[in-house]
């Protein structure tokens, strides 16, 4: 064997591994808030411990108002020009310039869903699409202080639905980083009294349901999304059936993929490949 | 002209359908072929090829990511061009440079020329790819397939090139203890 070898193993690679890096490549422009995001950390802050914590050093950057969060979806690379939903916030943000308060147990946050999906036929049986792929880019905003993330999702392989292969679709989904100035906003600053305005302006925590995992640029889902159009400031996203039930996320060193654990929500599945979960999939 | 309108027009076998390619595609194509040849004249000479190519592979063949498609018989074209000309005369290239660097995911002084099924190769670094974080498998493709320059290649994933340079090494390491532990003969 030699490298020439390699080419050309390299040149039967499957299409999707291709198209994703095709995509990158053909980005008309980087995006400045693609870095920052990947430093978000994975486990959740719970509110009320948030509310406890002591600020770290303080950081002198001014908060980001009017980020440039809908210049991505509104710009799809080449390769994928069939982005058919856009997002247009008045005041989304990325983690640039914040100091994001870290992540220290505290109580719980949790939520009540309207409907638990035990398995992967029931989440089937509701999903208008699903999709397998990557996230490539992510921002936040908060509707009164709860944390919403956006995130550009590169679609490699449609299992049902109709969205096609190395499309980029929004994706809409609760939880996320709060602003404090917004959270102040809304629940007065009680637990802050002792900030300075700066401080307050360039702070963000995080917060997710039943502490599940933050989305972050890189990751690898399955993906069961409903049709139902969202509303307030993530209207014209796709949104997960059952908030993270309906995401699988894949472990890069297993290559296998599981539902986040909720406690008591459902029965916790063994992780499985992709191929396992499409045998899981109805017919 | 979207890429499935543009396919649409191959498969009614409009010649328009390499026109819009062209338009769409022509400076795309150039530099990826460039890259591996390092010649314009026979880049461009690659690139038609690649039309020609695509108008004989569309139909039978519907592909979704256009782009993709065509990159992918423009490197395989361009990759062949390199192959027949004499080695004596190559150009010093991208495709050249990447040589010497996936050299190291070989052992070391071994000169084996082992026949290699080279679908099952394709295969393991398929896996061994899907394994690594985005920011790692997309950094070697960019180098290693579309056979971007470092500097590119580090600036389609937003890094220095400091950086670019170790997570490559350290991705041909691990592809190549990969390879090994699969059973590869090196």
């Known amino acids: 064997m030699n490298a020439e070898t390699i080419h050309d193993a390299l040149s039967l690679l499957p299409s999707d ?76 943000f990325t983690l640039e310039g914040f100091t994001v308060l870290p992540r220290e147990a505290g109580t719980g946050s949790s939520a009540c869903f309207s409907k638990v999906y035990e398995d992967i036929p029931a989440l089937a049986a509701e999903a208008a699409h699903i999709v397998v792929g990557t996230v490539q880019d992510l921002c936040y905003t908060d509707e009164d202080a709860a944390p919403r993330t956006v995130s550009t999702f590169l679609v490699t392989e449609s299992l049902a639905g109709d969205i096609a292969p190395n499309t980029l679709i929004s994706l809409g989904e609760s939880g996320g980083y709060v602003r404090l100035n917004t959270f102040i906003q809304v629940y007065g600053d009680d637990h802050f009294s002792g900030l300075t305005q700066e401080e307050i302006q360039s702070t963000v925590f995080a ?21 139902k159009k969202a509303e307030g400031r993530m209207a014209g996203t796709y949104g997960i059936i059952g908030g993270f039930q309906g995401k699988f996320i894949l472990d890069p060193s297993t290559g296998r993929y599981a ?13 499985m490949t992709l191929e396992e979960l499409k045998a899981r999939l109805p017919a | 002209m979207e890429d499935a309108q543009i ?69 395989h074209i361009a990759i062949d061009c390199l192959r027949y000309s004499s080695r004596d005369r190559r150009a010093p290239s991208q495709y050249t440079l990447s040589l010497s660097e996936l050299e190291e995911c070989l052992s070391a002084g071994d000169t084996t020329q082992e026949a290699v099924n080279v679908k099952l190769l394709a295969d393991a670094i398929g896996i061994y790819l899907r394994l690594l974080p985005r920011e790692s498998r997309t950094l070697f493709l960019c180098r290693y397939y579309f056979l971007d320059s470092l500097n590119d290649a580090a600036a389609h994933c937003g890094m220095s090139q400091a950086r670019a340079k170790t997570l490559l090494y350290r991705t041909r390491q691990g592809l190549r203890d990969y390879l090994v532990k699969e059973g590869f003969d090196l």
């Open chain 1, 17 to 92: 591994l291709i198209a994703e890096t095709d995509a990158i490549r053909r980005h008309p422009r980087p995006i400045p808030w693609h870095r920052p995001a990947a430093a978000a950390a994975c486990a959740a802050l719970l509110l009320a411990g948030a509310l406890m914590l002591p600020l770290p050093e303080k950081s002198a950057k001014p908060i980001l108002e009017h980020a440039a969060c809908d210049a991505a979806p509104a710009e799809a690379p080449m390769a994928a020009p069939l982005l058919d939903r856009t997002v247009d916030f008045e005041t989304a």
């Open chain 2, 7 to 75: 396919v649409s027009l191959y498969w009614e076998r409009q010649e328009s359908a390499l026109e819009e390619t062209q338009r769409k595609y022509g400076s795309y194509l150039l530099k990826i072929a460039y890259n591996i040849l390092s010649s314009r004249e026979d880049s461009r000479e690659a690139v038609n090829d690649t039309y020609l190519a695509a108008w004989n592979s569309i139909p039978p063949h519907r592909p979704q990511a256009l782009s993709a498609y065509l990159a992918k018989l423009t490197r």
């Open chain 1, 259 to 271: 539902r986040w654990p909720a406690d008591d929500l459902f029965q916790e599945e063994e992780p």
């Open chain 1, 207 to 227: 917060l997710s349901l039943f502490g599940a995992p933050m989305t972050e640029a890189g990751d690898q889902y399955v993906l069961f999304l409903t049709d």
